[in-house]
Nanobody
Framework: QVHLVESGGGLVQPGGSLRLSCAAS????????MGWYRQAPGKERELVAI???????RYTDSVKGRFTISGDNAKNTVYLQMNILKPEDTAVYYC?????????????WGQGTQVIVSS
């Protein structure tokens, strides 16, 4: 069992910043990557950013240059620094952890944290 606890969401004005955190616990051995996804009202969940066990990162095009994903292995925590936020960044942000178990990739999800970008 994997437990993911997200924090850091909230209401921010356009151009502002927020930092999301996701702390992982439980059976997190063989974690291959962690990341952030988001789901806006009426839209499908989409990948925002991921970081793998080697520290390699990947971002969706719309957040490149504005968002930064990082990890703290000692704390089993991944962060998403979000700068220059735009109204279109408004969504519920979900933490994801992927593990390799017996040749299969298993996904675990957090409960989500709301981000609202509005003046």
């Amino acid at each position: 069992q994997v437990h993911l606890v997200e924090s850091g969401g909230g209401l921010v004005q356009p151009g502002g910043s927020l930092r999301l955190s996701c702390a992982a616990s439980g059976n997190i051995f063989r974690t291959t990557l962690m990341g952030w996804y988001r789901q806006a009202p009426g839209k499908e969940r989409e990948l925002v950013a991921i970081i793998d066990s080697a520290g390699v990162t990947r971002y969706t095009d719309s957040v490149k240059g504005r968002f930064t994903i990082s990890g703290d292995n000692a704390k089993n925590t991944v962060y998403l620094q979000m700068n220059i936020l735009k109204p279109e960044d408004t969504a519920v942000y979900y933490c994801n952890l992927q593990r390799s178990v017996l040749g299969r990739l298993l996904d675990s999800w957090g409960q989500g944290t709301q981000v609202i970008v509005s003046s």
